[in-house]
Nanobody
């Protein structure tokens, strides 16, 4: 019954922009840390950005200044605005919900493909 659904992926040219969205259901969204991860073929999954329950944000060095994570607790959504995209940003992007109060809980979306190519 817990569901995280990503959307907004697609094909974009280098230097272009894309906005990903993750809609959550079945959880008390405001109590979860929300992350965006990505995984390129042949590589390990890596953390791209995080937004805490208090709204603090953290970014991987390779996206600082280019990506922005935000959340809307009223809509149960977390977004990732991606600007100045590079070919190396090509990957499947995943949304993750993390709960750390009491028993740890972790949920993942199915992923959305982002392809940056000319």
């Amino acid at each position: 019954q817990v569901r995280l659904v990503e959307s907004g992926g697609g094909l974009v040219q280098p230097g272009g922009s894309l906005r990903l969205s993750c809609a959550a259901s079945g959880i008390i969204f405001r109590l979860y840390i929300m992350d965006w991860y990505r995984q390129a073929p042949g590589k390990q999954r890596e953390l791209v950005a995080r937004i805490t329950t208090g709204g603090s944000t953290n970014y991987a060095d390779f996206v600082k200044g280019r990506f922005t994570i935000s959340r809307d607790n009223a809509k149960n959504t977390v977004d990732l605005q991606m600007d100045n995209l590079k070919t190396e940003d090509t990957a499947v992007y995943y949304c993750k919900a993390l709960y750390l109060v009491g028993v740890r809980a972790e949920y993942w979306g199915q992923g959305t493909q982002v392809t940056v190519s000319s």
